[in-house]
């Protein structure tokens, strides 16, 4: 049986294990969640709340051993857990407590004069066995919130977390079990990529993905293949924009921490910060200023951790390599040639980038902020646009009707103006991307309703003995003409209405 070791990226320090699932276990582990579901789905959302809570409860109790692990298993300091991984994680969980049973409950909607006599609903019906795949870089956050989200909506689960971050998957298994939750409504499948795809070719109810765009299409190509309905939660480049009238200072330090936090290994991370001309040199001068304060670390000292994954410290590093090499200057930082820590990067700033430079087309997911100048606000739109993502971006200016105008025209998931990555903690708003970053949303109500068949219920009383469209039609044309030409005529006649549809009632 195969072991997915923890290791701490930060020390190298070897922490516990993980058996991973064998690939022979895999049809058991469907049939139990698909059996599991029988007896979950028919619960009532407060019912499956109460679970829920239990687990929310757990998880204050717990919450520094919790912090510690995922700092000991991603290199982040604790101070990083804390806020970024599990605060918006039980702010999700409040959300949904809240508004699980409002959201979930079948909704009377309106139903048109032609449907005379009917009443209509709206259902919400669990999709069955949902299969949530999970990355590296929140690795509780981007695994419980959908995770609680499809269970709330009455859906069994099966989890298949980050090989990278094993002890967080580990734990989640742990503090499931901890809450009660009956067997086989969680599973959690141990493993990396070769676990993931075999899961997905199980043919599960519906897949959530979070991680990049490379997996996210060989998965929505196995998906097509069975008809699974997907949500896609892939990469981003996201632009970070300052105009001249901006608070250069409150953009300085937002630009800094947008694109530095969690070591840059941010979906919504800034990864391309445009910046008007005139003040170019300026705001230059105070991101370095602001990045030089760093401290690098993994104790509640730090500001930033390590990396978490040596195969991403060797992608940031060709990309910086390729900058540079192709005339960007390093404005702030270490030469790639000479980093001295295998998984700790020094915050970089790069200026005069070749556009074309992989830099600024490629997710980065790494400590460095490219600085490219613009010279308008339409020139500005079109850099921003121009890359095949759109999940998150950033505009700074004083003008408020500016900020609105491009926010408008950037195709973007989210946009936030006079800050960054923030629109991802609040659970009114949808969250998900445009083009490469994605397809579908989640959070809010949307975030339970994806799990779910919205299903269309029209009710007749039966008293009635037939409808006026059945048979027969002969003699019918000319009194639905006349009552379509009285329904949707400029001015609605409804006396004629009513006398057409009375005559076509007794034919
Ligand atoms: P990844 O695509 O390498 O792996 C993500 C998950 O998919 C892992 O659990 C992995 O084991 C699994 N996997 C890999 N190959 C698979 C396959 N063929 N079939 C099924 N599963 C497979 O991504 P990562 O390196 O873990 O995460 C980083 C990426 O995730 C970045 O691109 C980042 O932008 C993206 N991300 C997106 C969001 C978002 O919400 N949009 C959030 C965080 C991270």
């Not at 002890?167 to 070769?194: M, R, T, W, Y």
């Not at 196995?222 to 309905?229: D, G, K, R, S, T």
């Not at 999940?391 to 950037?410: G, I, P």
Request: hydrophobic fraction near 40%; glycine fraction near 6%.
């Amino acid at each position: 049986m195969a072991i997915l070791e923890g290791i701490n990226p930060a020390t190298g320090e070897k922490l516990d294990s993980v058996e991973e699932i064998e690939i022979q276990a895999i049809p058991l582990l469907m049939e139990k969640g698909q059996q599991a579901f029988k007896s979950w789905s028919r619960l009532t959302t407060k019912e499956r709340l109460h679970y829920l809570r239990n687990l929310k409860e757990l998880m204050v109790r717990d919450i520094e051993k919790l912090a510690q692990v995922i700092a000991d298993d991603t290199g982040k300091p604790p101070t990083e857990s804390l806020v970024a991984d599990i605060m918006p994680t039980l702010d999700a969980m409040v959300h949904i407590i809240s508004h699980a049973e409002k959201t979930l409950q079948p909704k009377k909607v309106k139903t048109p004069l032609l449907l005379i006599g009917k009443k209509s609903y709206v259902e919400y019906m669990p999709r069955g066995l949902v299969l949530v795949i999970s990355p590296w870089n929140y690795p509780l956050q981007l695994a419980l919130v959908p995770v609680v989200s499809a269970l709330v909506s009455g859906n069994t689960v099966i989890l298949k977390p980050s090989e990278v971050t094993p002890l967080v998957g580990k734990s989640i298994e742990e503090l499931f079990k901890h809450a009660g939750f009956p067997n086989d409504v969680v599973q959690v499948a141990h493993g990396g990529k070769e676990v993931g795809a075999h899961l997905t070719e199980a043919k599960p109810d519906y897949i959530f993905f979070t991680g990049s765009v490379r997996t996210g299409k060989i998965i929505q190509k196995v998906a097509a293949e069975h008809l699974i309905p997907t949500t896609l939660e892939l990469g981003g480049k996201d632009p970070f924009i300052v105009f001249a009238d901006a608070n250069l200072k409150r953009a300085a330090k937002g630009a800094v921490w947008a694109a530095f936090t969690n070591s840059g290994q941010v979906c919504m991370s800034a990864e391309r910060v445009f910046v008007e001309r005139k003040i170019y040199n300026q705001f230059t001068e105070l991101l370095k200023e602001e990045t030089e304060k760093l401290v690098q670390g993994n104790d509640n000292t730090a500001d930033i951790g390590s990396m978490t994954y040596k195969v991403q410290v060797d992608i940031v590093k060709r990309q910086v390599k390729d900058a540079l090499d192709r005339g960007a200057t390093l404005t702030c930082g270490i030469h790639p040639d000479k980093w001295s820590h295998p998984m700790f990067i020094k915050p970089t700033i790069l200026t005069d980038i070749p556009k074309d430079a992989e830099i600024v087309q490629e997710e980065t997911f790494g400590p460095i902020l490219p600085l490219i100048p613009f010279d308008n606000e339409e020139e500005v739109i079109v850099f921003a646009n121009d890359t095949e993502y759109g999940l998150n971006a950033s505009v700074w200016t004083s003008d408020k009707m500016k900020a609105r105008r491009v926010a408008s025209q950037l195709i973007s998931g989210a946009v936030v103006i006079n800050d960054a990555i923030v629109s991802v903690a609040n659970h009114h708003l949808p969250f998900g991307g445009t083009k490469h970053s994605g397809i579908g949303r989640y959070h809010g109500e949307e975030g339970l309703k994806i799990f779910c068949h919205e299903k269309a219920i029209v009710v007749d009383s039966g008293k009635r003995n037939k409808e006026i469209q059945w048979y027969p039609y002969e003699g019918k044309y000319e009194d639905f003409l006349q009552l379509f030409k009285s329904y949707f005529g400029k001015k609605k006649d409804w006396l004629h209405f009513m006398k057409r549809y009375l005559r076509l009632l007794k034919k």
